[in-house]
Structure formats: C-alpha cells, structure tokens
C-alpha cells in the first residue's frame, strides 16, 4: 500500500513566505518569516514540506543559498526546494544542505538534457519536476516562467518523458492557485491514467475533507496545500497549522 502524503507548500518571494492567487506576483500576501513558519511545522510534525523560491525565476537569478541552508538547518523534516536552479553546481551546492529533494520547472522545457544530468549525478530519487498547468479552450496546458509563457505542450504529452529520470511529478493548477475553491479532479483523472511515477497535486485544496476525498478516489500519494495551512477562518487570518496525526491516518478511509 502507497504511503499517502499531505504536505505543506510555501512560497518565497525576496527572502519573505508570500501567498499568491493565480500565480499573481504583483497582488500577493505577505504572511512572515519563512524560517517561523518551518519552525511552527516542525512542533506540528510535519511529515515533508515543499519550498518553491518564485523570486528566483521572476528575477533570474541564483536561488539563495544562504535561507535554503538556513531552511535546510531548521527544518526537521524533508524537504523538496524548487527556484532558480539552473545548472548542477547549484544542485550541488543545495543537496549539499540537506535538502532532499531538488525540483526542477522551466529550465526542463528549455535544456531537457538537464534533467538527464541531474539524473546521472544524484539519482531518480532526489529529483521532482514541477508543472504548472493551465486550461485554454477546455484543454490544460503547460506554462513556464512562473505562469507567464504556454509551451503549447499538454501534460499528458509530456509525462512519458521524464520517466527514468525524475523520481516524482508535482502538478500545480494555475487557475486554483491560492483560491481554496476545490481541487480540479479533472486534470488529475488526465494525468492519473498515464502516471507511472509517484504524483504530487496541487492547487485549490480547501478543507482536510477534499484531502481525503482525493487520497479515497485516487491512488496518488500527496496532496500539498499552501493556503490551507497558512490561512484559517472565512476571513482568512494568517495562522500556521496542519492536521494531527490521527486525522492524517484516516484520510484515505
């Protein structure tokens, strides 16, 4: 049986935990301190987190090692970073800190054998590809530059490629992002049908319950949230929190 996964997503922007809507950088939330946050998450046992540094590529510059180590020295839980990485040195330099996992976005549709050289240095299993998708015309494609450029490519079409190389696929829905509106089920029945690799969605999530809706009709094995654990009450007021354990055990019931 598949280990089912619910895992924190934060955003970074210039060094500072944000919260945007549909991948909107100008129009975001400041929600504090990055490194105060992976504290509450580790008294709250966290069992992953993901970390995504958007300044990175709206920038393009190098992530920034100095937080990722910091984060990395904080955090007592694995974690998945994704920002601005565009060759191995980086790479590098950021599993080096400890950081478990490496994402890679934009720069795969731009240099694919990037990809195939991450693979040979550190194997399928520190290696995520993130995709951020959009529906056109009752289709869903998949855009790069933090949102901003369609690639024409559909992700059903892209999927079989990465296969041997990445050890997992994280699905980010641009239109749900940051909204708490419901997850879209229907990219997930698009991909689901093709994936061989662990899959990661997200984008949307508004409740525990729509967790265990989608852990009990899908077989994949995360779901990652970002306004569902920052934000609490209708009016959402900025409060760090994540489900106890007993409820994290009876998601998929």
Do not use: H, W
């Not at 901003?148 to 490629?161: H, S, V, Y």
């Not at 729509?210 to 899908?218: A, H, N």
């Amino acid at each position: 049986m598949k280990i089912k996964r619910i895992i924190p997503a934060l955003t970074i922007l210039n060094g500072d935990l944000v919260k945007t809507q549909k991948f909107d950088q100008l129009n975001y939330n400041y929600i504090g301190d990055v490194l105060n946050s992976v504290r509450i998450f580790n008294d709250k046992e966290a069992e992953e987190i993901i970390i995504t540094d958007i300044g990175s590529t709206i920038n393009n510059s190098e992530p920034n090692f100095e937080l990722i180590k910091k984060i990395s020295s904080t955090a007592r839980m694995p974690i998945t970073y994704g920002g601005g990485i565009k060759n191995i040195y980086q790479a590098k330099k950021i599993i080096s800190y400890g950081v478990e996992k490496i994402s890679i976005s934009s720069k795969l549709f731009k240099n694919f054998e990037f990809l195939k050289e991450l693979n040979t240095e550190f194997g399928t299993q520190s290696i995520s590809v993130t995709i951020d998708i959009k529906k056109v015309n009752n289709e869903y494609f998949i855009y790069i530059n933090n949102g901003k450029l369609n690639t024409q490519i559909r992700p059903e079409d892209f999927i079989e490629g990465i296969y041997g190389y990445a050890g997992e696929l994280i699905i980010n829905n641009i239109d749900n992002d940051g909204m708490m509106n419901g997850i879209d089920e229907n990219y997930i029945e698009t991909i689901y049908k093709k994936i061989k690799i662990p899959l990661v969605v997200m984008g949307g999530i508004g409740s525990i319950l729509e967790v265990s809706k989608i852990f009990r009709k899908f077989d994949i094995i995360g779901v990652a949230c970002g306004s569902l654990f920052i934000y609490k009450g209708i009016n959402k007021a900025v409060l760090i929190n994540y489900p106890k354990k007993e409820i994290l055990s009876n998601l998929d019931q």
